[in-house]
């Protein structure tokens, strides 16, 4: 084993942890509208009735006749449980032949949490063919905490993401039908993530070799293989502002009939921070056999993480005075996510893990009935096809096919203020994955583990139109 391999599959994990415990496709988070949540997402680049337009598709902002601010609250209830079982390294009887030994500690952990998204929109329409829009929101957040005894603990224990986007957009009417839109996206990420040292594996591994000097693990107090009593434990963090763009089209055929058009460019950041080993000092000897590096220490690291394109098509018609129905397609250019790239500042070095995930394409419908001139009913439906291939599923990212259903309402208690509120369940992901290298080149360990996720999502926002 190494330095270098060890941080790859620790930053490996930095990135694919990022939103284990929230989204359901790659590392982004739909929850971004009380509103758009009730319809499932279905038409959120077409309908622009409200100031969130200003992130769904800026084009809308034209249709918005009186400013207005829209906050939300979104509730993610997340409930993750894994059946995992996993190998430690025992002896080696040559560089490229060993012997295992099961893996203690706890193999079927479960956790559950709640997770606060906020969001808020502002549409400043001026005169009747320009308007202008600010959008507040957390795209990517994140955490997920396994106990210090899990069975995969080599490759999970703790991570956490936020992710937050600013963004500043125009539109510009061009005709009856035509509007125009775009604006520049502000982008903070922040990252870290912890995992263990299999270091009664490691040192056992050596011992086996010779390269302890002729003392043996357990007279220098390190624990039997497969324990996790001498564990160590690395944990690298990291942040990054970037900037991209939006631009949007919308067509309205008649005004009960348009179609919008969205697209968010890439944004590539390099995540600058530092990676921290914690190595207990009866085992710092010995490992510092197998790479001098590997004490406890810091250094510094980058780590390039992009987010990708994403491509929206939107319909909405409006049936008739109370009927409403649209629908939504997105395409994510996750297919850009090749490889993690890690470059060690100390060294030069740059180490790339694989990850070659799909392209995928999210549909979506839904509709909405005006019970009333103060309530309205929604209700949606989405499916997305999972981007990640089984090769490199993981137990932080193990999410299959995305499938969801969502009701919500709107209540308009005044002519100025709106209170929107969307329900959404995402049916239960089941995937099986498999991790690691048993050997002392690797992580001195292995992990095999069914991984159940599911998701209830519930939001709350309040529209306030003010101004002329």
Known sequence: MNKNKKLVVLCSSLLISSSSQVAAQGYYIDEQSAKRLGDAFSGGAAEANDASTAFYNPAGLSRIKQSELVANISLVYSDMSVDASGTSLDQMTSLSTYTTTPLQGDGSPSVTETVAIPSLYLALPQYDQLA??????????????????????????????TGINVGFMASLKLSDQLSIGGGVNMQHISASIEQAINVAGYCSGAESL???????????????????????????????????????????????????????????????????????????????????NLTTHSTDGTVELVTPETLSLSVFHQINERWAIQGDTNWTNWSRFKSIDVVLEDTGDVLSTP????????????????????????????????????????????????????????????????????????????RDTSQGDASIFGEAATTDANVKNQFTSLAVGLRWKFGE
């Open 210 to 292: 010779g390269l302890t000097g002729g003392n043996s693990c357990s007279a220098m107090g390190i624990g039997a293989p497969g324990s996790s009593s001498s564990d160590g434990y690395f944990k690298v963090k990291g942040n990054d502002i970037d900037y991209g763009f939006t631009v949007g089209v919308l067509y309205e055929f008649t005004e009960d009939t348009r179609v919008g058009l969205n697209f968010r460019s890439k944004i590539e950041h390099e995540l600058e921070g530092t990676a921290t080993f914690k190595i207990p000092a009866n085992a710092e000897a010995v490992l510092s056999v197998l790479d001098p």
């Open 132 to 161: 202008f829009g600010v959008s507040i929101n957390a795209p990517y957040a994140s955490g997920t905490n396994l106990n210090n005894d899990f069975v995969g603990r080599y490759f999970s224990l703790e991570s956490e993401i």
């Open 355 to 430: 990850q070659n995930w799909n392209d995928s394409w999210r549909v979506a419908v839904g509709g909405s009935f005006k019970l009333n001139p103060q309530w309205i009913l929604r209700a949606g439906l989405a499916f997305e096809k999972s981007p990640i291939p089984d090769s490199t599923a993981s137990i932080d990212f193990a999410f299959d096919d995305y499938k969801a259903i969502s009701v919500g309402f709107s209540y308009e208690p005044t002519d100025t203020l709106t209170v929107d509120a969307g329900l959404q369940h995402t049916m239960s992901f089941d």
